[in-house]
């Protein structure tokens, strides 16, 4: 049950394994590579609202109960259509003080797949230097903790982790092809899901999937090596959910361009007509819409221009507006309302 994952702190115990078993590659994954998600990376955050006070039960690490306090509430939207609550600790004394936590967290939760932010209903946010925790849908942050991974630059990945036991671990941690796949691995992927098999090993695997599926750029060849020897069936039954990976990567045909142009959208968000400036004159090239998994909606050829509008008749939701000329292409999002 994911229920009980908020209560385990993310410690990595070296324990002594049977020496007939293979030793896992890592004792814990978010320390493989700090480069996976960055402060730079693409992020869903739309817009955060206060939402006033409210009382809300979260768990805290200090106490290692759960609490029920007075929380200063912010609503989050992403702009892939999901949303969240921050709830964040009166122990911040204020709600500017309290907006600056929720926004700076809103963000970087942002930065994760859709597929692990989609059962995040809360985002619990305190003061102190204890472990993350994921489970009870929500994401549970300690900010003095927060600092010590940020200095390392593993955030980012941790939140994945957690994140991972808040959207996944449910639906794959006892289903049938998880376990066989777990069973087919010669080994674990890190002492701490060979440790934790059930609760842990869903978590510390999927971070390490999208390393070799998405950034293998990223991780030495060493790395790459260990991970896809270790866990092979894992990394393919990862393959064969078909998750949403957005904003953490939208699709080959959006990622990677170097932005030549200049594009500027408006309005956006657009309701009916978007206007596109190109920032100097094309003498020939095409303007093409993407939905959100890149497939080519529509495509506009241009000459001597320096702008265009378009009719924007699609459904509610992101889309990208793709700039060709010659070898030169440019990318820039839009959200349609």
């Known amino acids: 049950m994911k229920f009980l994952y908020i209560l385990l702190p993310l410690l990595f115990i070296l324990n002594t394994v049977d020496s007939s078993a293979q030793e896992p590659p890592y004792s814990g994954t978010i320390f493989i590579n700090p480069d996976i998600i960055t402060e730079t990376s693409r992020t869903a955050f739309l817009s955060i609202t206060p939402a006033g ?34 709830i964040v600790n009166p122990e911040f004394e204020s709600e500017a003080n309290a907006l600056i936590e929720a926004d700076k967290y809103a963000r970087i939760v942002g930065q994760l797949p859709n597929c692990l932010r989609i059962d995040v209903d809360g985002i619990w946010i305190q003061k102190g230097i204890h472990s993350f925790g994921g489970g009870n849908r929500s994401i549970l942050i300690h900010t003095g903790q927060s600092e010590l991974y940020d200095k390392d630059g593993i955030l980012e990945e941790t939140l994945v982790h957690e994140a991972a036991h808040t959207s996944l671990d449910q639906y794959h941690a006892e289903a049938q092809g998880w376990l066989d796949a777990q069973k087919s691995d010669v080994n674990f992927i890190s002492t701490y899901a060979k440790d934790n098999p059930l609760r842990e090993d869903v978590a510390e695997s999927f971070l390490t999937w999208l390393m070799v599926r998405y950034r293998s750029n ?40 170097e932005n030549n142009f200049d594009l500027s959208l408006s309005p956006n968000p657009v309701v009916n007509k978007l206007n596109i400036g190109f920032g100097e004159s094309i003498i020939k090239g095409n303007i093409i819409v993407l939905s959100l998994d890149g497939r080519e909606l529509s495509r506009y050829d241009i000459m001597n221009q320096n702008e265009l509008q378009v009719d924007f008749n699609y459904k509610a939701g992101v889309y990208f507006i793709k700039l060709v000329n010659g070898k030169h292409e440019s990318v820039s999002k839009v959200i349609k309302y």
């Not at 805290?60 to 999901?82: H, M, P």
């Open 53 to 86: 006070r409210g009382e809300r039960m979260v768990f805290d690490r200090r106490t290692n109960k759960f609490e029920s306090i007075n929380a200063y509430l912010f609503d989050v939207v992403w702009d892939d259509g999901l949303t969240t609550e921050a």
């Open 218 to 257: 990223e991780i030495s060849t060493d790395d790459y090596d260990k991970i896809t020897e270790a866990i092979p069936n894992r990394l393919t039954y990862f393959d064969g959910l078909g998750l949403n990976l957005y904003p953490f990567e939208v699709s080959a045909s959006v990622n990677g361009f």
